[in-house]
């Protein structure tokens, strides 16, 4: 993929989740549409297809695999104006039909194109478990003080602004960024050097330093891209 192409795909997952922030969606929904996305453009050429389309289409999906009770006429409305932030509010007219007749038949061709499988086991639980293990080996002071969950929560999201999320194991995924976080922060895992099995391999029993630390060269590699893209 050249340096063009991943500018427009971190563009697109930032516009899939700001329109998701916007029509107040969870944040399983939105590692859906992007993870859709990011399968999507695995398989085809971003030339041969408009990828705000392709992204929009990817949210409606996404809202009924997650089950996530939102119109379409919402969907449209919000991504439109994300996308067009100096124009008028689309109005139910030609241009919106034809952006929802769009929509429609685009999730029907993404549908064959992903051959149905539409649906993903995230890293989001197993951030949640890992968490609260850390919770109970770290001081009280230390969890209290220290922002870790949120940090660690955040890195996750950035993960799906690139294709990484296809190429690891959501538990390695998980262990990664709460290993990032710790770093972030200048904290270590208590008797962590003297362990003779390390932290994240209670979490994860594949999991693996070098793994790791393969993930957080990409989520850095990401922060990257986010800099060379205009906002």
Known sequence: ?????????????????????????????VATASTL??????EYQLKDYDPYLIGVTCLSLACKVEEQNIRLRDII?????????NKAPLEIG??????????????????RALKFKVMFDHPHKYLCHYLKAVSDWLEPRQWAEVPL???????????????????????????????LALQCHGLEIPLHRQAARK??????????????????????????VENQVPR
């Open 77 to 85: 409305n919000v991504c439109y104006r994300t996308l067009h932030k």
């Open 1 to 29: 993929m050249g340096e063009s192409e991943t500018r427009v795909h971190f563009r697109v997952i930032r516009y899939i989740r700001e329109a998701g922030l916007k029509l107040h969606l969870e944040n399983v929904p």
């Open 149 to 179: 969950g949120r940090t660690a929560w955040a890195l996750l999201c950035d993960c799906y602004h690139s294709d990484l999320v296809l190429d690891h194991h959501p538990q390695h995924l998980a262990v990664s960024v709460l290993y």
């Open 94 to 111: 030609d241009t919106f039909w034809q952006l929802r007749e769009s929509v429609a038949q685009c999730e029907l061709f993404l549908l």
């Open 199 to 224: 932290w994240y391999q209670i979490f994860s029993s594949t999991v693996t330093l070098e793994v790791i630390q393969t993930i957080i060269t990409k989520i850095m590699a990401a922060y990257d």
């Open 37 to 42: 996305y990011h399968r999507f453009f695995k």
